[in-house]
């Protein structure tokens, strides 16, 4: 049986969700993606070959312009192909603007030893409304 470990974080925007973590150790420029499938095109990114659609995706912040991660979030959405929602260590004002715009769940400020023990696989499921993070490890 697996445990579940429970962080308090804040909700930035969104309603709450549920699904698989994917974690990259640097930032996201979703501009650099393959839209139709979610996945990272990014030249020498961590994660490039893997999708983001439909995970929990945990990232230290997002990367370039605004008109770069509109556009990104924007073509991600149309083709149903991103992320069910985004934790970000460090939000800046243009992802928040991108995720409130396309209605990606966002969240940040999440307690102490969350990075730490979040994996790759882990169940993540995001409480909006009770800012409140749990992690179902098997």
Known sequence: MGRTYEFSCHTICGESVKGEALISPEAICFY?????KGIINEDNHALAG???KDKILVLPSGKGSSVLQDEGLYALKK??????????????TVLIAAAIVMDIP?????????????E??????????LQTLFINKC
């Open 32 to 36: 650099m993606m393959n839209y139709e």
């Open 50 to 52: 893997q999708s983001i």
């Open 79 to 92: 083709y149903k192909s991103g992320p069910k929602g985004i934790v970000v260590q460090s939000s800046d």
């Open 106 to 118: 966002l969240f940040d400020r999440v307690a102490h030893g969350f990075y730490e023990i979040v």
């Open 120 to 129: 790759n696989g882990d169940e993540i499921r995001v409480d909006a409304g």
